[in-house]
T-cell receptor, first 115, second 109 residues
């Protein structure tokens, strides 16, 4: 199994809603990442988890709250988002933080629209 | 500060018209340079890792090369299904990826 699975694939939420994005991998990778990608831009790093501990938070607003329940799962909890938060949210994993022959394995992403 | 630039920003080719994409980088202690392909609305798909100057990797119509300052992705006789955004990323030792802005490739039938 060499996949990173993200759910849901599409999400529309109001600015007062609370929702969660989910990511799962079964490759035995010990590092997991959240990226945000706007149209025609490269992915921007948001959070890095290494061995289930948050190791990097790239100055992301508190309305985004990551959680790593175990080594295979990564969640991103969303609350009180703004329309400018609409983007493709990508989850990725690697063997160790900042290493891996293939770099990072990415999921297909969640297309988030905030209305 | 690690930096990655890619050129051209966008490229339109006729089917069968070979060309090259460029990735220029500045990084202290390169651990690896990675090429990804990304289709609209999808996550990046791994293509190649290059570790040292002079290294080359090939996959179907794609060939990646690496020098001390840049990498090229050569596309030979492209087909419409090769249309995508091609992302280059570099990784220094102990650091996270730094992505380039990407090249949007369109191959017309």
């Amino acid at each position: 199994d060499t996949e990173v699975t993200q759910t849901p694939k599409h999400l529309v939420m109001g600015m007062t809603n609370k929702k969660s994005l989910k990511c799962e991998q079964h490759m035995g990778h010990r590092a997991m990442y959240w990226y945000k990608q706007k149209a025609k831009k490269p992915p921007e790093l948001m959070f890095v988890y290494s061995y289930e501990k948050l190791s990097i938070n790239e100055s992301v607003p508190s309305r985004f709250s990551p959680e790593c329940p175990n080594s295979s799962l990564l969640n991103l909890h969303l609350h009180a988002l703004q329309p400018e938060d609409s983007a493709l949210y990508l989850c990725a994993s690697s063997q160790e933080a900042r290493t891996g022959v293939k770099g990072y394995t990415f999921g297909s992403g969640t297309r988030l629209t905030v209305v | 500060e690690d930096q990655v630039t890619q050129s051209p920003e966008a490229l339109r080719l006729q089917e069968g018209e070979s060309s090259s994409l460029n990735c220029s980088y500045t990084v202290s202690g390169l651990r690896g340079l990675f090429w990804y392909r990304q289709d609209p609305g999808k996550g990046p798909e791994f293509l190649f890792t290059l570790y040292s100057a002079g290294e080359e990797k090939e996959k179907e119509r794609l060939k990646a090369t690496l020098t001390k300052k840049e990498s090229f992705l050569h596309i030979t006789a492209p087909k419409p299904e090769d249309s995508a955004t091609y992302l280059c990323a570099v990784q220094a030792y102990g650091q996270n990826f730094v992505f380039g802005p990407g090249t949007r490739l369109s191959v017309l039938p």
